[in-house]
């Protein structure tokens, strides 16, 4: 009998855990209280498709919060031990992708200043006239305000 180990609680700002778990390939169910987020595992044996999902409390100052040991096969009984062994190897990865962000380089003081990513938005001119097109649709300070919401601050 194997024992399965605690996982911790996680707690951090929406876009984090949504961008995680959908960098990991989770499909995201709304629901009341926050999110569901499902995953499916495919049985190589049987070819059978077992859905994994990872529960998201949106708490009351905004951060999400996520329990790990919350997480879990939709059905509980008879699942193949590759698929087991495949959910526990991903939860221990997406605890460290949450807990610490994907590990990034540095530029260092060799990187050239025409390859180092120094505020670009867009890359070339397509970008620039999609982004424009973005912005073109967002509401102005006086449009947010008429729905009493506060502004972005100027910059």
Do not use: C, W
Not at 14 to 31: D, I, N, Q, R, W
Not at 56 to 66: A, D, F, I
Not at 109 to 138: C, D, F, H, W, Y
């Amino acid at each position: 009998m194997s024992r399965k180990r605690t996982l911790p609680s996680i707690t951090k700002p929406f876009s984090h855990v949504h961008a995680t778990l959908k960098t990991m390939g989770f499909t995201e169910l709304p629901s009341r209280e926050g999110s569901t987020y499902e995953l499916t595992f495919r049985d190589p044996a049987s070819l059978q498709e077992y859905p994994y999902r990872i529960y998201t409390h949106t708490q009351e100052n905004g951060q999400t919060h996520v329990d790990l040991n919350e997480a879990g096969f939709v059905a509980q009984d008879n699942i193949p031990v590759s698929a087991d062994a495949a959910a526990q190897e991903m939860l221990a990865e997406l605890q460290q992708y949450m807990e610490y962000g994907p590990a990034k380089t540095k530029p260092t003081e060799s990187t050239p200043i025409g390859k180092a990513m120094n505020g670009k938005m867009a890359n070339n001119e397509k970008e620039v006239r999609q982004l424009g097109k973005v912005m073109a649709s967002l509401p102005t300070n006086s449009q947010v305000m008429e729905k009493g919401m506060m502004p972005d601050p100027l910059q």
